[in-house]
């Protein structure tokens, strides 16, 4: 017994504790509790039938029939509040002489309580949470018929309990789930891409990437940029068939396999080459293929050079300071599909104030409402607007128009990168 003089059970805590497991205090109407309580209220023929859960110091009612918008009382002994004490259901034949309940406002209040009957609602772990009980004004005896039925409705409450309990639990894991998957998926997107630009003395670099709306499905898209030698830097853009784990996997060799070869290759086309050869000793299939350019940045005293190399990839475009956009690089097969293929060479000038500019399908193939395909017109018509823009405007310039062409959905990944030689004085 507490200092109010309420009696508590001996597992309180435990039962508190489950009470807030169960996450039911004050939750809407549900339309399975309330026939609950109407198929009792009908069955014992009587006026009231309540689904009560008892909280720290009130009685709320998940379910009630008869008694209108009522839908707590105080925590008072006699009744619910004392129903959960023990195991077995709680009957008070006649309310007006059981000294156990002489003193509860509703046998001795205006509501003239006589008969209530409640079972305990027991959990698979021993806790009473509340109870299922049938109430009226007129003293009436309970049959063994009568209390078992009670107690058979009592457990469907319970079992109703649980199912949203598990379905709660299995949504509350599926997202810590989702959580980890897109940490992961976002960890290794990252590692297919490289954190920064390198600072190449004398140019401009920037880079974008932007997933496209496939849920936490990794991309094939990569980006780098890395320094050869003391005066020349590989510039990498690619992307690879597929999406998930399998790409994942082919996009970490795909990007490795550059790298390894640029060292060792002068040419960006016997980098791709090497690529290809890689591609196919490492699997065959419609799925196992990737287009890739790259290209060989080399600095000289009116700006750079840039030596680049297509394996089925879209065409690099050249912005002249002038404003004009002219594709660049000659195309041929994807990699990782043939025995022999043959990418080209193509050297590109650049000097104040040119950009050359890289990108992947996901810009030129995102769509609009009505299908419409954003297309290399648009791209080079955005381009055309970018003449003065910093690399960085420029990389940002096509994300933006086709994100906004497509109504913020881009369904495949967009990847950028630029390289420009900054106007002397700007």
Not at 254 to 274: K, M, N, Y
Not at 326 to 342: K, N
Request: aromatic share 6%.
């Amino acid at each position: 017994m507490n200092a109010d003089g309420q009696l508590i059970p001996q597992d309180e805590a435990a039962r508190l504790a489950a009470v807030r497991r169960y996450d039911i205090l004050d939750t809407p109407p549900d339309g399975v509790f309330d026939r609950i309580t109407a198929l009792a209220a009908r069955a014992f023929d009587v006026p009231y039938s309540v689904i009560s859960v008892v909280d720290t110091d009130r009685i709320w009612f998940k379910s009630q029939q008869g008694l209108g918008e009522l839908t707590e009382l105080d925590r008072v002994p006699g009744l619910c509040a004392s129903a959960i004490l023990g195991h077995e259901p709680w009957v008070i034949t006649d309310g007006a002489t059981d000294p156990r309940t002489l003193a509860n406002p509703l046998v001795a209040g205006e509501f003239g309580l006589r008969f209530y009957a409640g079972v305990p609602l027991r959990t698979r772990d021993g806790h009473n949470l509340g109870t299922l009980c049938v109430l009226g004004h007129e003293p009436r005896q309970v049959s063994s018929h009568e209390s078992t039925l009670l107690e058979d409705l009592a457990e469907l409450v319970i079992d109703q309990l649980e199912l949203r309990l598990e379905a709660r639990d299995r949504v509350l894991s599926e997202e810590r789930l989702r959580r980890e998957a897109e940490q992961l998926a976002g960890a290794l997107q990252a590692s297919l891409l490289p954190p920064t630009p390198p600072v190449i003395p004398g140019m401009e670099v920037a880079t974008r990437f932007v997933p496209g709306e496939h849920g936490l499905t990794i991309g094939g898209d990569f980006l780098d940029v890395f320094r050869l030698d003391a005066n020349s830097w590989a510039l990498v853009v690619g992307d690879v068939c597929g999406k998930g784990a399998g790409a994942a996997a082919l996009t970490g060799l795909a990007r490795w396999t550059i790298r390894g070869a640029a060292v060792h290759q002068g040419a960006p086309s016997s980098v791709l080459r090497d690529l290809n050869s890689v591609l196919l000793a490492d699997g065959e299939g419609d799925d196992h293929f990737c287009t890739a350019v790259f290209g060989r940045l080399e600095l000289d005293a009116g700006g750079a050079r840039v030596t680049l190399a297509i394996s089925g990839h879209p065409q690099p475009i050249l912005l002249s300071a002038a404003g004009l956009a002219e594709r660049r690089g000659a195309p041929s097969l994807p990699l990782g599909m043939f025995p022999e293929v043959e990418p080209q060479d193509d050297l590109v000038e650049l000097g104040p104030g040119d950009a050359l500019v890289f990108y992947t399908d996901g810009i030129i193939e995102s769509r609009d409402r009505i299908g419409d395909l954003f297309g290399t017109q648009r791209l080079i018509d955005t381009l055309t607007g970018c003449a003065d823009c910093t690399a960085d405007q420029i990389a940002q310039q096509l994300i933006d128009r086709a994100r906004a062409f497509a109504a913020h959905d881009l369904t495949d990944d967009a990847a950028v990168l630029v390289v420009r030689v900054p106007v002397k004085g700007h």
